[in-house]
C-alpha cells in the first residue's frame, strides 16, 4: 500500500534558521513526490515536484528536496527561514498510471522573529 | 490565482440539508478532483472525474455525488448533511488524465460549517 508519512505535525524555526521539514514515503513503484504549501485562507500551491529525473529538485521561494530511495525520503530544506514561510506544508505522492495523489498530514511551520 | 475557481467560498447550513459546491478548472484542464480538508482527518481525496467521465473514488461518502459537465465545470452535491461535514472542500485541475505526472492546481476550497 503507498502512504505517505511526515513527521511533526508542528515545527518552529527561528528567522534566519534552517528549515527541515521530513516527509517519508512507502511504494510499491516508482514514486512521484511533491510537496504543496498552504498560506492561510488559501489553497495548496506547488512548491516542487520529483519525477525521477535529478534526485535534487529545487523549488520557488529558496526550498530544495532531495529524494533518497535508500530512505524513501523526500525531505524538505530551505537554508534560511523568512516569516513569509509560515505556512502548512504537505508532503504528496503519486506514481506512474496511478490517479490518486496521496498526501500526508501536513506539517504547519512556525517561523519566529 | 491557480486559475481554478471554486463558488461559493463561505456556506453554513443546517444539518439534514442539501449544498451544492461548483469548481470551474483552469482553461484547458480535463480532469477535476475534489479533496475534504478536516482538522481531524487532514486531506482526504474524494473523487475524480476526466473529460466529464468518473475516473477514481476514494473516500466519498454515499451522501456525497460529483459530476463534471460538458463544459468542464465539476459540481460536488453533499446531502443529508451531518456537523462532521463541516470542512474544507478543495477541487483541483490538471490536464492530464492522472495527477501523477504533473502539478495538482487547487482553488482555495469552499467552507462549509453544519450547524
Known amino acids: ?113 | 490565482d491557480s486559475g481554478v475557481t471554486q463558488t461559493p467560498k463561505h456556506l453554513i447550513t443546517a444539518t439534514g440539508q442539501r449544498v451544492t459546491l461548483r469548481c470551474s478548472p483552469r482553461s484547458g484542464d480535463l480532469s477535476v478532483y475534489w479533496y475534504q480538508q478536516s482538522l481531524d482527518q487532514g486531506l482526504q481525496f474524494l473523487i475524480q472525474y476526466y473529460n466529464g467521465e468518473e475516473r477514481a473514488k476514494g473516500n466519498i461518502l454515499e451522501r456525497f455525488s460529483a459530476q463534471q459537465f460538458p463544459d468542464l465545470h465539476s459540481e460536488l452535491n453533499l446531502s443529508s448533511l451531518e456537523l462532521g461535514d463541516s470542512a474544507l472542500y478543495f477541487c483541483a485541475s490538471t490536464t492530464t488524465g492522472t495527477a501523477n505526472t504533473g502539478e495538482l492546481f487547487f482553488g482555495e476550497g469552499s467552507r462549509l460549517t453544519v450547524l
Open chain 1, 1 to 113: 500500500a503507498q502512504s505517505v508519512t511526515q513527521l511533526g505535525s508542528h515545527v518552529s524555526v527561528s528567522e534566519g534558521a534552517l528549515v527541515l521539514l521530513r516527509c517519508n514515503y512507502s511504494s510499491s513503484v516508482p514514486p512521484y513526490l511533491f510537496w504543496y504549501v498552504q498560506y492561510p485562507n488559501q489553497g495548496l500551491q506547488l512548491l516542487l515536484k520529483y519525477t525521477s529525473a535529478a534526485t535534487l529538485v529545487k523549488g520557488i521561494n529558496g526550498f530544495e528536496a532531495e529524494f533518497k530511495k535508500s530512505e524513501t525520503s523526500f525531505h524538505l530544506t530551505k537554508p534560511s527561514a523568512h516569516m513569509s514561510d509560515a505556512a502548512e506544508y504537505f508532503c504528496a505522492l503519486g506514481h506512474t498510471g496511478g490517479f490518486k495523489t496521496i498526501f500526508g498530514a501536513g506539517t504547519r511551520l512556525f517561523v519566529k522573529a
